[in-house]
């Protein structure tokens, strides 16, 4: 059996506990993972304080820590298939998927390492004639970075990678469900060579999460997961006023007008909800097309589903592999047997098959005659897609917007006019147009309401890490007049 170790101050330790990881595939244990216990947490925050103020980092030029995460980047991409094998075994993602994903993580620390130098100040035309004033970016302090089980190294890039560019320090709790890709990821960052504590690794529960995210030492908070979670987050940072980036999860529209190119949304729609298991924030998993063309796609879209090859997630055949979780598995059901119950109609799948390990098949909910069931609101994080119809471009509007969330969203239309109204009318934080699920470093991630706030990826996120500072300086060399009034 594998055991893994947490990465404090530099430094690989057992942690004062350990808990079993199972493999989703199995449902078997396969490895010990190390606990953070509240002093592991308050030793790592402190790890990181310290390199935040050592000269080593704090006294690094950009150009430097620029290098350090482009070394970090060419280590990532010679150990991504172990990094991919490991995520694919704790957390039942599939090989295919990681081995793609895992590659292309690198880019994003490259872009961040490339963007480094280019965090850049302001001078002020300032309206006083013996005043030079500019803006320095500096920055914020320790990140406390808690990431989910699903593509934990992607969603872990999003935030070290920006952060460090930024001159951060960085406390990264991995979910306890599923960390071994972090935990291994760890020591690819400690042969980069950046000095000790600048990042540190550690994972546990909601107890490890509440200590960190609630820390004094802390400065700001980047979170991914579920919204009650958010929650308590946001009241942990009342206790050190950090600031929060929250990205969170989606119930988002896929929106197919009846002069879309069919064969195109119908893959698209495929990847949207059945791909990764259903199992990722921008799941497009409301389906809402136009009542001409509902019959059609929903036959085109449940021979695709029934013809998915379920299997091993390290089989490069497999197109589904299992849930993460129990959990998971019987909250999808849970919420299908609700959803039928009020009305919606199964068009495939919604039984969980029966072999070992946590896998669910894909599966389609008619919702036309039930619109306020319970599968258009909630969020599966499975492979469950919920089904409704619409006359008109408004009406299709109304159905999208009738949501809590606000972070993705997909439109499948040849009408440009029709595109660009859709564009502006629909409120998410992504619209993607004519294509789906497609990310980049270089474009900005994240929603609003219940999908949270802040961006992932681009200029922007590494804004995020700084702190403005305005710095003053008089020109004059004669005597400062009246003391009592304000220059």
Known sequence: MQQFQQYIGGAFSDGSAQFDSLDPATGA????????????????????????????WAGMTATARGKLLSRLADLIAENAPRLAELETRDTGKIIRETSAQIAYVADYYRYYAGLADKIEGAHLPIDKPDMEVWL??????????????????????????????????VVLKASEEGPAPMLEFARIFDQAGFPPGVLNVITGGPGAGAVLTSHPKVAHVAFTGGPETARHIVRNSAENLASTSLELGGKSPFIVFEDADLDSAVNAQVSGIFAATGQSCVAGSRLVVQASIKDEFLARLKQKAEAVVIGAPDDMATEVGPLCTLRQRDTAMDLIRRSVEQGARVVTGGHPIDRAGFYFPPTILDCSDAPDADSLTHEFFGPVLSVVSFETEAEAIAIANNTRFGLA??????????????????????????????????????????????REGGLQAALDYTRVKSVWLRTSDDPIPDPFVMR
């Not at 993972?33 to 390199?51: F, I, K, L, T, Y």
């Not at 500096?138 to 560019?165: D, M, R, T």
């Open 409 to 454: 969203s997909g439109l499948f239309t040849q009408n440009l006019t029709r595109a660009h109204r859709m564009i502006r009318a629909i409120r998410a934080g992504i619209v993607w147009v004519n294509t789906y699920r497609a990310v980049s470093p270089i474009a900005p991630f994240g929603g609003h309401g219940l999908s949270g706030h802040g």
């Open 136 to 169: 320095r970016r500096e920055p914020i302090g320790v990140v406390a970075a808690v990431v989910p089980w699903n593509s934990q190294l992607f969603l872990s890039a999003v935030k070290i990678g920006p952060a460090l560019a930024a001159g951060c320090t």
């Open 29 to 56: 244990v396969w490895a010990k993972m190390p606990e953070a216990s509240e002093d592991d947490v308050n030793q790592a925050v402190e790890g990181a304080e310290r390199a935040f103020f050592s000269p080593d």
